[in-house]
């Protein structure tokens, strides 16, 4: 068993650090803490400071923790349902051996559809499945008995998925471009159009003979339109808010035609009906960006996870070692205990989107922000970062995703662990290398999106083939600028204050955030017109849950904006 943090020795904290102990209101850290059955003081005096206990909430034994199955990425094969066939079959009864036709038709085949739920917080059940399949639709019967419909599929995802595609495959949309391209040429070359051969789409009486199969002289295929038309390729959507209807992933194959849909002056008995529709199939892969309020980004070893715990009810994983966490943490701070009298009172932008049914897109003219209380906020632990981790160093940069959409990002930083300014630069820096990585792939996203590498490019149906579907498909987050990280409020935790040595580390960090502030020190992320306003740093002993609190209300002022 690893080594736990030993106890500190007795500092002299309230004066080291005054803002420990500043009145703060009620605290929340303590409540909990005393629920747990260690009772701290954060008022104590210097003389009464109590020693870390060897072990509890807030310094656990390694294996004292809670770990909930979480996978942020997923790679699906999505198959929407073939049609079912339709029934060449003929009316039959007593002194009637040769009735009319009566074959049903085939059913549609299922849809595939995504929908993002508020309950699910992790894509691991799709991460084990590599294929999603719709219902095939059921073909139709006799007695004018039309096929069930294939069943559709909804993937359930959380909010916060982000969904691309690799890959589709849609054969109707294919051959619907070969005819084009024929036409195209026997015009050009002014010749009468090759007609296709459409026999394999049309299934024959099974009780002729071969030879009279031959002769069957099959009519021109009906057109018809798929029930859905697909969302236009490539697909990418960003489904940030939970979506009140289900978006169309894959649109089934229509169910073919019984025999009575053949019959004429000409042909009263046909012998023949149509097949069902060859459905779309896609591969796509989903990446789950947390929605986190705050996200906290520090290097390994820093406290993340002990201050995760400290403000919120989080079993997140503590141990003295680097690379504790090896995926995201979400814990919540409640600020209304919903018994009466919220313990800080905060408000918060919401959008009214109710009368949308998609309501992926993040901003479109129909928002109406209204204010609503703030009763919690989620608080993101990553995994560490360390220098280099662009290089793919340490547990690499892929984590930051997770904090990317936070409204305000928190850097931890360990006090007892080397100069705090260097610690916090080599953060920015690495979290500025990310921002730039992400832009250059939104860059290189938009580039492909203009480029249409469907069969149909070029064509005069390529148009109306998405006509149908919501502009809506798609991000509005395209475009971010260098800002959109480095524009985000930031402040600083400096962690483990309780240890000795390290007031001349914190005074040179609040130093360096002044001259920032003053507009004399660039922002460490380098970025212009980055946000500057009120970095400040907060010095705490999580491990004391001193200090804590103030943490609470400063990222509600920063929240409220
Ligand atoms: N003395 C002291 N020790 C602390 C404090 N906060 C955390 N620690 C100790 O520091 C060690 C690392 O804490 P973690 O919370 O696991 O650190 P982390 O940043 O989550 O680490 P990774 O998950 O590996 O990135 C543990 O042994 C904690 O007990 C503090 O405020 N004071
Ligand atoms: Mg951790």
């Known amino acids: 068993m690893s080594c736990r943090c ?43 400071a109590p020693a870390p206990p060897t072990s509890s909430r807030l310094n656990p034994a390694p294996d004292d923790y809670a770990a909930p199955y979480f996978a942020d990425k997923a790679k699906l094969m999505v198959y929407a349902g073939v049609g079912g066939h339709g029934c060449i079959s003929f009316h039959r009864e007593a002194y009637l051996d040769d009735g009319p036709a009566n074959g049903g038709d085939g059913g549609h085949g299922g849809n595939v559809y995504i929908q993002a739920v508020p309950g699910e917080t992790s894509l691991h059940k799709l991460a084990r499945r590599r294929f999603i399949r719709a219902g095939k639709g059921v073909s139709g019967q006799g007695s004018s008995r039309g096929g069930q419909k294939g069943q559709d599929v909804i993937i359930t995802v959380p909010v916060g998925t982000v969904i691309t595609e690799l890959s589709r495959s849609d054969p109707v949309a294919d051959e619907k471009f070969l005819n084009s391209r024929r036409e195209r040429d026997a015009e050009a070359e002014d010749q009468e159009p090759v007609e296709e051969d459409h026999r394999h789409k049309w299934l024959l009486y099974p009780g002729i003979s071969a030879s009279e199969a031959k002769k069957i002289q099959v009519p021109r295929l009906p057109r018809r339109d798929r029930l859905f038309s697909q969302p236009k390729a490539p697909l990418y959507l960003d489904i940030s808010r939970p979506t009140t209807q289900p978006i169309l992933l894959a649109a089934g194959g229509l169910g073919g035609l019984g025999n009575p849909h053949f019959v004429s002056k000409e042909r009263l008995k046909p012998m023949f009906a149509t097949r069902g529709e060859q459905a779309f199939s896609m591969e796509i892969q989903l990446e789950l960006k947390l929605l986190a309020d705050v996200g906290l980004v520090g290097l390994p070893n820093a406290g993340k996870s002990t201050l995760l715990r400290a403000l919120t009810n989080s079993r997140t994983r503590v141990g003295n070692w680097a690379f504790t966490t090896l995926q995201p943490n979400i814990g919540t701070v409640v600020l209304d205990d919903n018994k009466g009298r919220p313990k800080i009172t905060s408000w918060k932008r919401t959008v009214d989107n109710s009368d949308q049914l998609d309501t992926f897109s993040l901003s479109t003219d129909w928002e109406q922000d209204s204010l609503e209380r703030r009763t919690r906020f989620t608080i993101a632990d990553i995994p560490g970062l360390i220098e280099g981790a662009h290089l793919d160093k340490g547990l690499g940069m892929e984590f930051l995703r997770h904090v ?30 990310y921002a730039q990585m992400r832009e250059d792939e939104e860059h290189a996203r938009e580039r492909e999106a203009m480029i249409d590498w469907s069969a149909e490019a070029g064509t005069s149906d390529a148009g109306d083939r998405w006509s149908g579907q919501d502009t809506t498909y798609g991000s509005s987050e395209r475009g971010v600028t260098g800002l959109s990280i480095a524009g985000k409020p930031w402040f600083v935790v400096a962690t483990k204050g309780d240890l000795p040595g390290t007031q001349d580390n914190f005074k040179e960090l609040t130093g360096y955030l002044d001259s920032i502030m003053r507009g004399e020190t660039p922002h460490p992320s380098g970025v212009e017109g980055a946000w500057t306003e009120n970095c400040t740093a907060i010095p705490v002993s999580a491990i004391n849950a001193q200090g804590t609190d103030r943490i609470v209300h400063w990222i509600v002022g920063l929240l409220d904006g």
Do not use: H, M, Q
């Open 6 to 48: 030993a106890p500190s020795p007795r500092v002299l904290l309230p004066f080291l650090y005054p803002s420990f102990f500043a009145a703060n209101g009620a605290s929340l850290t303590r409540s909990r803490l005393v629920a747990s059955g260690t009772r701290y003081s954060s008022n104590s005096s210097a003389s009464g």
């Open 404 to 433: 990317e959409r936070a409204g305000v990002l928190a850097f931890v930083i360990d006090l007892s662990a080397g100069n705090a300014v260097k610690a916090l630069n080599a953060l920015w820096n690495e979290v500025g290398l």
